[in-house]
């Protein structure tokens, strides 16, 4: 009987190096907890859900954000169709993440307006919208007709949030696939802190956006990460029994890649 060889758990952590993609990384982490939280039963994930919504919203209106996302996906769709020709890359995989790429960029493009702007003219989710961030305010004597709504069978609150929901997902489809092929550019590298220190020049004539760090989680250790476009910086603390962080000075691995 073989014995059974169990990788330790580990935990990914990432860094933007521009405020665009520390957005997409917004947009992505909220919608991810949107999805799961409508996906669930119960009246308080659904409250929650709404919520993160109006989160998400918040973050993906900004005024330029469906123009940089339409932007990238064009500048993703010429690179790769430098690629043709190429006996290296294989024309139908090719063929197939050029699509995908059509697909959000159309999908996107016909939404008229910022995003999440049709939701704006329902004057009940408004209501919630202002009483949800006043702590408390979403009471049964504040606004009982939510609490009426809290009430309806899991199922019809379902159908109605992943129809609101419907107002921001093609624009976090887009951005999903745009961070994906983001992290398919890093290569990783297995890397030492001494001291718990980690520093390392970057290349010259090469822009970085995303710095991705691998760190194993039975080492108790937590990566505090700085960086710009010349240098990236890790120190590595651990948190005490005091509730703060300290400084780890021993020597550590973990793995990092650098996404361009």
């Keep these: 009987m073989q014995p059974v060889v169990t990788k330790p758990l580990s935990i990914l952590y990432e860094y933007p190096f521009n405020e665009r993609v520390r957005t997409y990384l917004r947009v992505e982490h909220l919608f991810r ?3 799961t939280l409508v996906n669930r039963d119960d009246a308080l994930d659904h409250h929650f859900a709404l919520h993160t919504l109006f989160e998400t919203i918040d973050v993906a209106s900004r005024a330029d954000m469906k123009a940089d996302v339409l932007k990238d996906l064009e500048k993703q769709k010429q690179l790769l169709n430098s690629y043709r020709g190429n006996p290296a890359i294989s024309e139908p995989v090719l063929d197939q993440v050029i699509a995908q790429i059509e697909l959000h960029y159309s999908s996107l493009s016909h939404l008229l307006g910022k995003t999440g702007h049709t939701l704006t003219e329902n004057e009940w989710l408004m209501g919630i919208r202002s009483r949800i961030v006043i702590p408390g305010g979403t009471c049964s004597f504040d606004v009982p007709t939510y609490f009426d709504w809290q009430h309806q069978a899991a199922e019809d609150r379902r159908k109605m949030l992943t129809e609101w929901c419907s107002t921001v997902k093609p624009l976090a489809d887009a951005i999903a696939m745009l961070l994906q092929m983001l992290r398919d550019s890093g290569i990783t590298q297995r890397v030492v802190a ?13 822009t970085f956006q995303l710095l991705r760090l691998k760190m194993d989680q039975s080492l108790g250790l937590i ?4 960086g710009n476009r010349l240098m990236v910086s890790v120190r590595l603390v651990r948190m005490g029994a005091d509730g703060r962080s300290h400084s780890h000075v021993e020597n550590s691995s973990f793995e990092l890649a650098l996404c361009s």
């Excluded at 001291?195 to 004539?205: D, E, I, N, R, S």
Aim: no cysteine; net charge positive.
């Design 33 to 35: 907890r949107l999805m």
């Design 194 to 206: 001494i001291g718990g220190h980690f520093q390392q020049t970057l290349p010259q004539g090469r």
């Design 223 to 226: 990566p505090e990460i700085s």
